[in-house]
């Protein structure tokens, strides 16, 4: 009668050997963490900048209405004291604006470049992965040939 071969010690020892490396996966986890924290450091640095220029905003248009408030001598004169105010504000709000532009643009840049560093931190990161695994499968894979003839 012919033999049969058992595969199981042939799959059982496959198995164990298959490559679980829970080295990567800690250093993905770092990885995810330290780009979660950059990303926030972002973020939070750019809300504290537009809530202080919203700030100084607010302040530099109160001043002005100060101005606006106090009683004027001839009619006319409330008419100026509106368009003068106006005229700052709209002046000031384009400045603001384009503060404000500012800050997302940094924003975005930062962000942009943090998700580059991180995309190729990642490739290089699965690129070292597939290869190890690679080679733990091939020689998994030459092991399990040799004791099956």
Request: no cysteine.
């Amino acid at each position: 009668m012919a033999n049969t071969q058992d595969f199981t010690a042939v799959f059982k020892d496959m198995m164990s050997a298959f490559p679980v490396d829970t080295k990567a996966m800690e250093d993905a986890y770092k990885s995810q963490t330290t780009l979660a924290e950059k990303l926030s450091t972002v973020s939070l640095s750019a809300a504290q900048e537009s809530a202080q220029l919203s700030a100084k905003w607010a302040e530099s248009t109160l001043k002005k209405m100060q101005d606006l408030s106090k009683a004027k001598a001839e009619p006319a004169d409330y008419a100026k004291s509106m368009t003068d105010f106006a005229s700052a504000n709209a002046e000031s709000a384009a400045e603001h604006m384009a503060a404000f532009a500012e800050i997302a643009k940094k924003v975005q840049t930062q962000t942009l470049e943090l998700m580059m560093a991180a995309g190729k931190d990642m490739s290089e990161d699965m690129t070292a992965a597939a290869k190890k695994a690679s080679e733990e499968m091939t020689k998994v894979t030459k092991k399990a040939t040799t004791a099956a003839k």
